[in-house]
């Protein structure tokens, strides 16, 4: 894998910004797209654009085959045991919101416990608050260790016979920790509960597997792995996305349609009313077809280089704090600079081309335990270097002699 070569295929990486080089850190909000992806996009609006599913034209039933297609690469990608146990959805967030509402509000009762832990996303917490609210259930926290890990005797102590759902990401997207979903999912399992993964930081970074995992819900977006805004996925066991009913009504949805009730189509058109994204699908499966020529092992591997060196660099800059793990974490190092508001790290750091992500990052509650408002942070993908790493640690330095810090190294 050479990362110089695969940071060609970008167009908007061969840019500069401020003068600079554009060194693009902030991959675990948004990756970027390579020109097949786009090219994907591009033809299918040139040349079949159409609904899907409806019309017996030439158009539709091309653009049919290409959202199907794309299905069809979703379920390998994850190794799903069928097409049925893939539902498209606008991203993580949507998915996520499918199983608290179709799921847990059909399911809990009044004192069923949902776990959590202080790590998760707003998309993974939210929801389920919501669904608690609403149920009478009760929420409950794995709690983390200092270095924002869990532990499985803590996954034990707090996951009992009352928990009906297990709620956790598989990678945060503030602290970099991997959690052991595996694992997680026999306690879950044992204990009578159903494990739902937020897999939006894990998907781009690392083989995943959902039968090996077990877990029984799954869900991703697609912008955070090469693939276009605004479409994602739900891996569902059949069993269980078959007790569900939908949570969006209208075309497309429908078996057959009275006038005072309806049935539903069978998995997975039932969760996917209205037009679905047609060409944000086409796009996805167009990003899976990059990455896994890549190899999905091979952006992990690079990854992890990029995680130990940058910790390296970032460490000997004096007034640094970093959070998180300092080993096993995903390509992200997320910092605060003494004193100064990682607003201002970040405005400095534009200055110099460098794109970072600076604030809450949709994780306030964890925020709060790691007793800061917000943070700043650098996230690393497969056409990232070890130079632009270099880039940044310079940049920092520039940045606490602009704010009047002491420059040591």
Sequence with gaps: MDPKALKAEFPILQQDINGHPLVYLDNAATTQKPRSVIEAVKTYYERDNANVHRGVHTLGSRAT?????????????????????IIFTRGTTTALNIVASGYARQTLREGDEIVLTQMEHHSNLIPWQQAAKVTGAT??????????????????????????????AYASNVLGTVNPIAKITEIAHRKGAVIVVDGAQSTPHMKVDVQALNVDFYAFSGHKMCGPTGIGALY???QLLESMEPVEFGGE?????ELYDSTWKELPWKFEGGTPIIAGAVGLGAAIDFLEQVGLHNIEQHEKKLSRYAMEKLSEIEGLTIYGPRDERVGLVTFNLGD?????????????????????????PLMRWLNVSASA????????????????AESLVKTKEFFGYESIR
């Design 253 to 257: 949805m429908i078996d057959f349609v």
């Design 340 to 364: 100064v508001h990682p607003h201002d790290v970040a405005t400095v750091l534009d200055t110099e081309g460098i794109a970072v992500r600076a604030g809450h990052h949709c994780a306030q």
């Design 65 to 85: 085959d290409a959202y199907e297609g794309a299905r069809e690469k979703v379920a390998r990608f994850l190794n799903a045991a069928s097409t049925r146990e």
């Design 236 to 238: 569902g066991k059949a």
């Design 377 to 392: 942070r650098a996230s690393f993908y497969l056409y990232n270097t070890e130079q632009d790493i270099d880039r940044l």
């Design 139 to 168: 929420l409950k926290y794995i709690p983390l260790q200092p270095d924002g890990t869990i532990t499985l005797d803590d996954v034990e102590a707090t996951v009992t016979e009352r928990t009906k759902i297990v709620a956790i």
